[in-house]
């Protein structure tokens, strides 16, 4: 077999499997943005930052306490999310009733000072981060390093776990009843505002874990989240935050695309989600999974 | 309240006038048309997040793109320097028209990410194309002739046509928001579906100040390559959106003068600061966090609620 318009299987698997470790990435961090402003109706500008702290706190686990992946990957994203949630206490929380463009302004402005303060720190250099799972599978045609086929696993499970909580569980019910209706819910006694806060630590938390994951694939860099963050963004205006089955699809689905466009037109590659941005916006304004409002 | 406002902004601009035309010789030429750049900038994001309500994130396309534009024109081509920055602001505006026709078809916060992403596409491009330079950009770009009537070369001169140009650019500003077309993109900005109700054909509105901010900040742009004899990927990354945004909203939001006052106060710091980026990133941001928590009016809009607190205080009294 010659494979597809003549490139070898196992260059297309590779870069099939690359392209769907960075839709990981795009759906794990555009999950989070969407469940943030899905009740907060805030866009989250701090969560490139957030998923670089949370890379740093993995590297910074290891560097200097000694402790290692499996333990960074549960200590790290409650480390971020507990940022997240003083963050929203005693910051965010006062904007709620303002246009929002403040909320956007006020999480761009603290983008820019933890991207500040982390390459007065560590410079833009990148740190190394040890791969925790060595070795992988060998799928006939090619070498699948394990460390990516966990990644890929990973972040579907919690992106399926994270759907199962919002749309199947209890709590999940009264956010999304919060998101329709915030002063009803709060007419049966359920506190509305500590629930925002909460989501928001999810949300961000989620951000974390991302940076977790990211650590051994990618160097631990300052400058890792706002490369990523403006990317993301186009895979929510592509997707639409009103679903979170759709940031899923449209995360992992792009992340392919790009994968595949480093294949057949190298160049391409860095702009393709912006092309497909372009074309969703022409053909479907409110995004392929959005609803208008 | 709203003849208080037009005299007080009629005296201010006054003296900000007589300031302009004998600063040169109080302060280094160069840093003041730095300034001045930026402030126009920041005033062509401030129309339309100020005036029509839609925050740009990604007026670094068209600020660095009228950049290149003249750059090459003027060093490449051997343009007069008129025509460049013609061909620059042309060509903003229709980079404008392009992806305001996509991004006004999304509201609020979209918008914002929208404006964005274009943003990075246009830098992605610029990285690309041979004709920008990439990395390094186009550097020493000549000082043009202008109209074939004087030469740019000499500082004061250069400095005298930037400042005719940018006080034109604030002009147009000034004559739009106060123009009925100007009323009717404050009445979209402050109740879309009422004035759609009411007949106007709001998209257009929106489109039409879009493109007239993008050639403004074009204008913007293709002054700063004159002045700065260079174009880089430093004008079309986020980064110079982003700084237009704070000065925009360290001088006040909805004011006129606004941009002028926060381009001084932002400008001088980061020329402070010129050898410490991440210095300039870390009070960037605390300078944003602390805006927008604690006076969002930005300083020309508390100094006009002063103004008006005061007047009514003495109404009162008399």
């Known amino acids: 077999m010659d494979g597809l318009l003549g490139i070898p299987p196992a260059a297309l698997i590779g870069q099939l499997m690359v392209g769907l470790i960075n839709g990981a990435f795009y759906a794990l961090m555009s999950l989070g943005l969407s469940i943030i402003f899905g009740l907060l109706r805030v866009v989250n500008f701090a969560h490139g930052a957030q998923y670089m702290l949370g890379a740093f706190v993995t590297w910074g686990l290891l560097e200097y306490l000694g402790i290692g992946y499996w333990g960074a990957i549960v200590i790290a994203p409650l480390v971020v999310a507990a940022f997240g949630l003083l963050f929203e206490r005693w910051m965010l929380r006062r904007l709620y009733t303002l246009d929002h463009v403040y909320a956007l302004l006020l999480t761009f402005g603290v983008a820019l000072l933890m991207e500040g303060a982390f390459r007065l720190q560590f410079g833009v250099s990148g740190q190394p981060y040890p791969n925790p799972l060595s070795g992988g599978l060998d799928v006939g045609v090619t070498f699948l390093p394990m460390y990516r086929v966990w990644v890929i696993v990973a972040a579907l499970a919690v992106c399926m776990g994270t759907w199962f909580f919002i749309e199947k569980t209890k709590l999940g019910a009264y956010l999304r009843a919060a998101n329709e209706n915030a002063p009803l819910v709060r007419t049966f006694g359920i506190n509305v505002p500590r629930m925002l806060m909460l989501t928001y630590g999810l949300g961000v938390g989620l951000a974390g874990l991302s940076g977790v994951m990211a650590a051994p694939i990618y160097q631990v860099s300052p400058l890792m989240g706002s490369n990523l963050i403006i990317v993301v963004f186009a895979v929510v205006v592509i997707g639409g935050m009103g679903s979170i089955l759709g940031s899923i699809v449209t995360g992992f689905g792009l992340g392919a695309i790009e994968g595949l466009t480093k294949i057949f037109y190298p160049d391409g590659a860095g702009v393709v989600i912006f092309v497909v941005m372009i074309l969703v916006l022409a053909v479907r304004p409110h995004g392929l999974f959005g609803r208008a409002y | ?318």
């Open chain 2, 1 to 318: 309240m709203d003849a208080l406002h037009r005299r007080t902004n009629i005296a201010l601009l006054a003296a900000a006038l007589a300031a302009l035309a004998i600063a040169p010789f109080a302060v280094y030429p160069m840093f003041l048309m730095k300034l001045m750049c930026f402030a126009l900038l920041a005033a062509s994001v401030n129309l339309l997040v100020g005036y029509v309500g839609l925050l740009s994130f990604g007026h670094a396309m068209f600020y660095g793109t009228a950049g290149y534009v003249t750059a090459h024109a003027v060093k490449v081509w051997g343009w007069d320097g008129m025509a460049g920055i013609l061909a620059g602001v042309a060509t903003a505006a229709l980079v404008g028209l392009v992806t305001g026709l996509l991004a006004i078809r999304r509201q609020g916060i979209y918008f914002s990410m929208i404006t964005l992403a274009f943003a990075q596409l246009v830098y992605f491009i610029a990285l690309r194309m041979p004709f920008t330079g990439g990395e390094d950009g186009i550097q020493e770009i000549p000082r043009p002739m202008v109209l074939g009537l004087f030469s740019l070369q000499n500082t004061l001169v250069l400095y005298y046509f930037v400042a005719a140009l940018i006080v034109f650019g604030f002009w147009l500003i000034y004559r739009v928001v106060h123009s009925p077309f100007g009323q009717i993109l404050r009445a979209i900005r402050d109740n879309e579906p009422r004035a759609q109700s009411l007949g106007y054909r709001v998209n257009r509105y929106k489109l039409l100040a879009f493109v007239l901010s993008a050639g403004l900040a074009g204008l913007a742009g293709s002054l700063k390559v004159l002045v700065f004899q260079l174009a880089s990927l430093t004008d079309v990354h986020w980064a110079t959106s982003g700084e237009a945004l704070l000065i925009c909203i360290v001088g006040g939001m909805h004011t006129l003068l606004g941009p002028v006052v926060g381009s001084i106060v932002i400008v001088s710091m980061e020329n402070y600061l010129a050898s410490f980026a991440e210095w300039v990133l870390i009070i960037q941001g605390v300078v944003f966090v602390l805006v927008v928590m604690l006076f969002r009016k930005g300083i020309v809009g508390q100094f006009h609620s002063y103004l008006a607190t005061r007047r009514q205080r003495r109404a009162a009294a008399s």
